[in-house]
Antibody, heavy 120, light 111 residues
Framework: QLQLQESGPGLVKPSETLSLTCTVSGGSISSSSYYWGWIRQPPGKGLEWIGS???????YYNPSLKSRVTISVDTSKNQFSLKLSSVTAADTAVYYC????????????WGQGTLVTVSS | QSALTQPPSVSGSPGQSVTISCTGTSSDVGSYNRVSWYQQPPGTAPKLMIY???NRPSGVPDRFSGSKSGNTASLTISGLQAEDEADYYCSSYTSSSTPWVFGGGTKLTVL
């Protein structure tokens, strides 16, 4: 059974960089059938797609965040990572990593999510 | 403001049917059959319920069905059960500047 697990600091100071890692187990991140993505959800609000990466390193970013986002992949560790720079309180959210089918574009496996709070 | 428009809330009694709409444009829902629906009970991660407009992943009850007409996709839940109470989100591929977008979400209350 595929599992995804987010990890990283739960508290980040304003203007600093948020860094999260998603570890994939029970399957290979190097599969040609999937993208690997990050989605966030501010408290009490809806889902926002942040960006996705293919195992080859090709990336796709939400234009509204593109100037601050970097997503990378480490196939040797079966992990992919998110960096979001210059964070503000508006970046406080539950951050999810998820697998996305390249044909249907459905996100079929999700991590449990991790709350990241931006505060001094 | 979300690119896809959903009603904030819907409700129904056990055993009834409810339909949640997801309205986009000719740049997304209207032109591509890459519409997905997700169920998110409180405090949990979203779960894929429908992909490619009307396909159900393995394990999703056939009480959940999806359809599309023009720029609007719909999720219908028949034979409502208490366990269906959750937030529901649609998502679509789009040819606009961002390739994938979510709707604002709909809270389903089972009365």
């Amino acid at each position: 059974q595929l599992q995804l697990q987010e990890s990283g600091p739960g508290l980040v100071k304003p203007s600093e960089t948020l860094s999260l890692t998603c570890t994939v187990s029970g399957g290979s991140i190097s599969s040609s059938s999937y993208y690997w993505g990050w989605i966030r959800q501010p408290p009490g609000k809806g889902l926002e797609w942040i960006g996705s990466i293919y195992y080859s390193g090709s990336t796709y970013y939400n234009p509204s965040l593109k100037s601050r986002v970097t997503i990378s992949v480490d196939t040797s560790k079966n992990q992919f990572s998110l960096k979001l720079s210059s964070v503000t309180a508006a970046d406080t959210a539950v951050y999810y990593c998820a697998r996305q089918d390249r044909r249907s574009y459905g996100h079929d496996y999700w991590g449990q999510g991790t709350l990241v709070t931006v505060s001094s | 403001q979300s690119a896809l428009t959903q009603p904030p809330s819907v409700s129904g009694s056990p055993g009834q049917s409810v339909t949640i709409s997801c309205t986009g444009t000719s740049s997304d829902v209207g032109s591509y059959n890459r519409v997905s629906w997700y169920q998110q009970p409180p405090g949990t991660a979203p779960k894929l319920m429908i992909y490619e407009v009307s396909n159900r992943p393995s394990g999703v009850p056939d009480r959940f069905s999806g359809s599309k007409s023009g720029n609007t996709a719909s999720l219908t839940i028949s034979g409502l059960q208490a366990e269906d109470e959750a937030d529901y989100y649609c998502s679509s591929y789009t040819s606009s500047s961002t390739p994938w977008v979510f709707g604002g979400g709909t809270k389903l209350t089972v009365l």
